[in-house]
């Protein structure tokens, strides 16, 4: 257990649901973010909130929809997803301005996308 | 942020150092260098970082050149448990900017 926690660990989804990816970080950060990460591919930033607010949107899809009711959780809403968006989707939270502290991740959810 | 060159992959015996390089020849006076590795299928897990010195941690060890235009990591005594992608990240204000994740370098320890 890092201290990030991912709900669920693995999700199989069909094309026309809704789903949501949780997040919750134990550490007393004040930043969060969600990565993409697809087979073979380097891990792609996705969203940035720092003290909830969204800093950071990498032109990312609207069938994906982040949400951060505080700062020690984060959702990812899925919906319309494609077969492409299958991936490991992971969690990271930081203390913005503390330096000397990186980032804790969390263990991902696998989504599948039928 | 600064960009990083790693190479591809690297073999180890167990046992031994492993030496992971890294060049970082555009990197700014502010910008830390950060190192992460990630096990098939998990999330990345911090080792160490540095600005200038060299540093030491109880799994790592990080040695940055004069100039801070590469670095190398260092595991003393390689476990087949540290086989995994290794990533060299160059970023400011040690770590509370946003991480830009390379390729990195697979390293794999044989036994």
């Known amino acids: 257990e890092t201290g990030v926690t991912q709900t669920p660990r693995h999700l199989v989804m069909g094309m026309t649901n809704k789903k949501s990816l949780k997040c919750e970080q134990h550490l007393g950060h004040n930043a969060m973010y969600w990565y993409k990460q697809s087979a073979k591919k380097p891990l792609e930033l996705m969203f940035v909130y720092n003290f909830k607010e969204q800093t950071e949107n990498n032109s990312v899809p609207s069938r994906f929809s982040p949400e951060c009711p505080n700062s020690s959780h984060l959702f990812l809403h899925l919906h319309t997803l494609q077969p492409e968006d299958s991936a490991l989707y992971l969690c990271?939270?930081?203390?913005?301005?503390?330096?000397?502290?990186?980032?804790?991740f969390g263990s991902g959810t696998r989504l599948t996308v039928v | 942020d600064a960009k990083t060159t790693q190479p591809p992959s690297m073999d180890c015996a167990e046992g031994r150092a492993a030496n992971l390089p890294c060049n970082h020849s555009?990197?700014?006076?502010?910008?830390?260098v950060y190192w992460y590795r990630q096990i098939h299928s998990q999330g990345p897990q911090y080792i160490i970082h540095g600005l200038k010195n060299n540093e030491t941690n109880e799994m790592a060890s990080l040695i940055i050149t004069e100039d801070r235009k590469s670095s190398t990591l260092i595991l003393p005594h390689a476990t087949l448990r540290d086989t995994a992608v290794y990533y060299c990240i160059v970023t400011a204000q040690g770590g509370s900017e946003k991480l830009v994740f390379g390729k990195g370098t697979k390293l794999t320890v044989n036994p």
């Open positions: 555009t990197i700014s006076g502010n910008e830390y």
């Open positions: 990271a939270s930081s203390q913005v301005s503390r330096s000397g502290y990186g980032y804790t």
